[in-house]
């Protein structure tokens, strides 16, 4: 059975910076992205960042600039470091596995429990 397990979510200042970490136990295919979704309250699910299992990332719009993905194969493991956080960053964010390249929900194959993400003064 594939899990994703989140961790690193909790409350910082506009300005400030988190890091999630997202581990994977269980089987999955090397050509598998994986990426980091959010959802804030009243709004639809959206992607925000991806990365193959090659190292190539993609970010949406509005978090490049701030936000880094980045990968450890050999631990099973995805990062988000979040830099420069502004209040409309606030939300539930999830880890993703997808079935192949990533870029909407419809390409998810396993989701994180969701972790979430506040940012206020």
Known sequence: Q?????????WVQPGGSL????????RTFITS???????????????????TWGGVTRYAEFVKGR??????????????????LKPEDTAVYYCALGRGPLYNDYDVAYWGQGTQVTISS
């Not at 594939?2 to 909790?10: D, H, I, M, P, T």
């Not at 890091?19 to 269980?26: K, Q």
């Not at 992205?33 to 990365?51: C, D, N, T």
């Not at 990968?71 to 099973?76: G, I, L």
């Open 2 to 10: 594939v899990q994703l397990a989140e961790s690193g979510g909790g």
């Open 67 to 84: 936000f880094d993905i980045s990968r450890d194969t050999a631990k099973n493991t995805v990062y988000l470091q979040m830099n420069s």
């Open 33 to 51: 992205a994986m990426g980091w979704f959010r959802q804030a309250p009243g709004k639809e699910r959206e992607l925000v960042a991806a990365i």
């Open 19 to 26: 890091t999630l970490s997202c581990a994977v136990s269980g």
